[in-house]
């Protein structure tokens, strides 16, 4: 009772520490997991070609990686030109949309009967309070300028995981001590990889897509900034749950300031909601499944967890290092019930089955000798 005591305080003791150094390296930590999940992405992308009978024949390995590379990088760089120029723009078109909204609720005040129309200075002190325009204005460009910062070194980190990707099976087997150890840390290793690569490629695709339908639902009906919306819809739908509720609020706020106008704002918010609901309800589940196969409470528990450490960049993240966690767990026999109790359906592919199997053959050996 007094080992286990201690081994529980121990284990206390031990995730306050690692979530301390988590919470003080976040701008450390995330470049980095940034730059791992991003290799995952380009180099299931890579293999992915490779299958192609045609062009995979003709292009080694290391030109797919480098183009996967180089495309990466030019909308990265395209993204932050993106997000950039339309700070400028939201700043010169602030003065309409300030009496677009001014008007839009003078338009409420009488739909609701109110005698006295409610000034901007009204609105501004009961809804928003004592902003400064000014100084969200400066913030926000220092904050483009750090995301820019940012961007650079993930793009740093990649392009050296990409090159050091090549070369770590060897490593590997080098640095095992036998080669029973070395195989059974290459099964791990590939586990991780083949299941997180095609959950982050076949994810990235589908953000792709939805940013592309979102695109031409605002495009249509006349949004401004169409595609840096579109482009924040696609980003936000990486955190499961709220993403997609935050990415369809921005347009929608946007919508109300441009246009003033109820029914518009309806248009926008249907369409753009019945986009999240087609590719999260109908796309997703075909292509995706239950590839990482989590509990939806551990879900919303990792995602509560790493938006509490690393915030928005913690949120995007959370689903691949929690499956990362809990696929390590499943290949280890003392650690696996530990993996089952945080999946969705407690199935891990063959390590389950073989243990099944010995579990069945067990069963059947008392019964030959009657």
């Known amino acids: ?183 059974r840390i290459m099964e791990v290793v590939g586990n991780v990889n083949e299941r997180i690569g095609n959950y982050l490629t076949v994810k990235t695709l589908i953000n792709v897509m939805l940013g592309l339908i979102s695109y031409a639902c605002m495009r249509l009906i006349g949004v401004d900034f169409a595609g840096f919306f579109a482009v924040l819809i696609g980003v936000l739908n990486y955190i499961p749950y709220v993403g997609s509720l935050v990415g369809v609020a921005f347009p929608v706020l946007l919508t109300a300031a441009q246009f003033g106008s109820i029914d518009t704002i309806l248009i926008v918010l249907v369409s753009l909601t019945a986009s999240q609901m087609f590719m999260g309800g109908v796309v997703e589940p075909r292509l995706l499944g239950r590839s990482m196969n989590l509990s939806p409470f551990v879900v919303l528990i990792s995602l509560t967890v790493w938006y509490a450490l690393w915030g928005i960049g913690g949120a995007i993240l959370a689903v691949p290092m929690t499956s990362v966690v809990v696929i390590i767990l499943a290949e280890f026999s003392p650690t696996q019930p530990i993996a089952i109790l945080l999946s969705q359906n407690g199935d891990f592919g063959s390590n389950n089955k073989k243990a099944a199997a010995s579990g069945q053959e067990g069963k059947r050996q008392p019964a030959a000798p009657g």
């Not at 120029?85 to 009967?113: K, S, W």
């Open 1 to 183: 009772m007094n080992s286990r005591f201690r081994n529980l305080v121990y284990g206390l003791a031990f995730a306050i520490m690692v979530g301390f150094v988590l919470r003080i390296g976040k701008p450390i930590f995330i470049p980095i997991m940034s730059g791992i999940i991003s290799v995952y992405v380009l180099s299931t992308m890579a293999t992915s070609v490779g299958r192609v009978p045609i062009i995979g024949s003709l292009i080694p390995l290391w030109l797919r990686h480098l183009v996967a590379l180089l495309v990466f990088i030019f909308f990265g760089f395209l993204l932050v030109v993106l997000f950039a120029e339309n700070i400028q723009q939201v700043i010169a078109l602030a003065p309409q949309y300030q009496a677009t909204l001014l008007g839009f609720a003078g338009d409420i005040a009488r739909m609701l009967g109110i005698d006295d129309e409610p000034s901007w200075a009204t609105i501004r002190n009961l809804i928003l309070g004592q902003i400064d325009l000014q100084r969200i204005i400066s913030t926000t460009v220092t904050s483009v300028s750090v995301l820019g910062g940012q961007v650079f070194v993930v793009f740093l980190y990649a392009s050296f995981l990409m090159a050091e990707r090549l070369h770590f099976s060897r490593k590997i087997i080098l640095a095992a001590t036998t080669q029973d150890d070395a195989k």
